[in-house]
């Protein structure tokens, strides 16, 4: 059978519509497809260590975890599949997010073919939203897959909604539903997809609105199950404001949209030039959406109300601006813009000359950025790399010794130490050397450096038993130093800060203390340690750590600190205070002693049996300050 005339060019010209925008994609973000692990990556690959049994399972699938999400498909459990199956092999982790996308793309431009009517408008908003900066984090960082995936849950139910509507068909309708419910294993943000159904199907299929309103009954009850579970937070970045700031934050994540992400460009250019292209592409947007809207076409005002709905749920975090939160809003801008692009190219040379501008001038705008952000991302990946398997192989030369960082930077340490990356590759005794906190700008939001610190004193009796070798990060790789670092000679004193679960602190502590006991240390009764004293009138003594409800059921405890023989005012600690920190003002007659003795006694304790021990409270930290 002869083929049709012109078969094997629109076959060319289909396959080109669904790959081009993923082979675009793939050209523009390859560095993320090369990229390792970093920062909160570290985190979720070790969230599977502690698991023994399935209710260990469960318990670390859907109790709520950081900032209370609960993420069972796009965190912990893939984390935990990709750790179990590949290690720390980042390839596999990068093809699934790198495959979704893909997903993604191709509904995208489905979706957009069909809610305009024009095929060309699906495959312009697929690469309009390639290259947007909003995608540099999803497709290179790999926690933040729970935006890629919620995008394909989020895409692909709309998209049976619109089988449903053109088919009648009443499997999409139940496929949708089946959809939107695993959602909310990827992300919170899945609850805005009643919203979605509910305004195109109003502004465009008035007849199937009713059908979307049973939606917003499941997303009213994930919402109060998930606050009961994790109420909202009072405090921190993650602290909503419902006032002013909402719009300030629209705006700006408005110019993220448009634009590129903190309106920066690794170019050379005036410094008016990126607000005057902003403020154009702005202008070309709302001309096209008032004339579509001027001739009735609602589906244009539902691409403006898809991204104001998946933005909505961000902007009472001031505090927490993050680039990623425009992905999945500008998906529908980017169906506008292509809707206008392809309106535009039918339409005279004028308009379609304007048309090719603004999309020339947006693409500057957006690619450059997204070419300097991927190869950041890959550079602070390539660099978290090189920290965890250079301690991995000193862990492996040097079996039972701490190891000790020095030259560790601000990237470098926000990227792997508070996450704990080296209990991964075995090492669980990893700190940073001594004046490193110096060395790296702060950030409150998410830790303090000064708690992975190995005091001088410390580190120089380890050095002196054998217990520690010593590594320079500042390279390309890590450099033993151990014997050029011990013999420079410091001026040694005990530290002011005492953490009581570091092995190498041991020294410091009396002969009371019980083992080390995962991250904390039990005291019985009575305990004692030496540290620092202070430097300065007015300084306190904190005590940092915790206890069982246990000793706390038959009421309040009281807490006495000695300091070199003078009795401190007593602290109490009551029901509901577990954790605690207590503060002890210090006798300004302990200033410049330079060493002082602590003895700390509970006025009661209690035993978990079968252990024939007692217990009262764990530590933690001691701390002068």
């Known amino acids: 059978m002869n083929a049709a005339p012109g078969a094997p060019g629109r076959t060319l010209r289909i396959a080109a519509y669904w790959i081009l925008p993923s082979l675009v994609c793939l050209v523009l973000y390859w560095r993320g497809l090369r990229a390792w692990f970093r920062a909160d990556d570290f985190a979720w690959l070790g969230a599977g260590l502690d ?104 895409l692909l139910a709309f998209h049976f909604l619109l089988r449903h509507i053109e088919t009648g068909r009443g499997r999409y309708y139940a496929y949708q539903w089946i959809t939107f419910l695993l959602g909310f294993g990827a992300l919170e943000t899945n609850l805005i997809y009643p919203a979605l159904a509910a305004a195109y199907t109003f502004l465009c299929a008035r007849k199937y609105f009713r059908r979307t309103l049973p939606l917003f009954g499941v997303s009213a009850i994930y919402v109060a199950a998930h606050l009961a579970v994790s109420p909202a937070q009072k405090g921190g970045v993650y602290a909503m404001h419902f006032d002013g700031s909402i719009l300030r934050t629209l705006a700006t994540y408005w110019t993220w949209s448009v634009g590129p992400t903190y309106v920066y460009t690794p170019l050379q250019l005036p410094d008016w030039m990126l607000p005057v292209s902003i403020g154009i592409v702005t202008l070309g947007l709302a001309a096209f959406l008032a004339a579509k809207l001027r001739q009735g076409y609602g589906v244009a005002l539902f691409c403006l109300l898809w991204y104001l709905a998946a933005i909505a749920p961000v902007l009472p975090l001031p505090d927490h ?110 700190y940073l050397a001594a004046g490193s906190q110096q060395r790296i700008a702060a950030h409150p939001e998410i830790g303090d450096s000064v708690r992975f610190v190995l005091p001088m004193d410390a580190a120089a009796q380890a050095l002196e038993r054998g217990e520690l070798v010593v590594y320079d990060a500042s390279g390309p790789r890590l450099r033993n130093i151990t014997a050029l670092y011990a013999a420079i000679p410091r001026e040694t004193k005990l530290p002011e800060r005492l953490d009581a679960s570091v092995p190498l602190n041991a020294y410091l502590l009396g002969p009371e203390w019980h083992q080390i006991d995962e991250d904390h240390r039990w005291m019985p009764q009575r305990a004692t340690l030496r540290m620092g ?93």
């Open 321 to 430: 601006m993050t680039e990623y939160y425009v992905f999945l809003p500008v998906i529908g801008l980017c169906w506008l813009g292509g809707w206008g692009l392809a309106a535009a190219w039918c339409a005279g040379t004028a308009t379609r000359a304007a048309a090719v501008a603004l999309a020339a001038l947006y693409g500057l705008m957006g690619v450059p950025e997204v070419i300097a952000g991927t190869k950041w991302n890959y550079q602070l990946t390539v660099r978290a790399r090189t920290a965890v398997e250079g301690v991995a192989r000193a862990h492996e030369l040097n079996p039972g010794k701490a190891i000790l960082l020095d030259g560790v930077d601000t990237d470098l340490f926000w990227n792997s130490f508070p996450y704990q990356p080296f209990i991964l590759v075995g090492a669980d005794q990893v």
């Open 533 to 625: 004293a202070p430097k300065r009138p007015g300084e306190k003594l904190y005590l940092g750590g915790g206890t069982s409800s246990e000793l706390l059921q038959k009421g309040p405890v009281m807490v006495s600190v000695a300091v070199n023989g003078m009795a401190l005012p007593p602290a109490t600690i009551r029901r509901g205070e577990e954790s605690f920190e207590l503060s002890f003002p210090l006798p300004d007659a302990m200033v410049g002693k330079g060493e002082m003795n602590v003895a700390v006694e509970v006025s009661r304790t209690f035993h978990a049996a079968p252990d024939p021990r007692e217990f009262s409270l764990h530590f933690g930290v001691f701390e002068v300050r």
């Open 51 to 154: 698991v023994r049994n399935f209710g260990d399972l469960l318990r670390i699938l859907f109790v709520p975890a950081a900032q209370g999400t609960i993420r069972p498909w796009s965190e912990t459990g893939f984390f935990m599949a990709g750790y179990k199956l590949f290690g720390l092999t980042a390839v596999p982790f990068r093809v699934v997010i790198f495959a979704t996308q893909f997903i993604n793309l191709a509904l995208v431009a489905s979706i957009g073919a069909r809610i305009t009517g024009m095929r060309a408008a699906g495959f312009w908003a697929a690469l309009l939203w390639v290259v947007n900066g909003s995608l540099v984090e999803p497709l290179g960082w790999v926690c933040t897959y729970n935006q890629v995936m919620c995008g394909c849950f989020l």
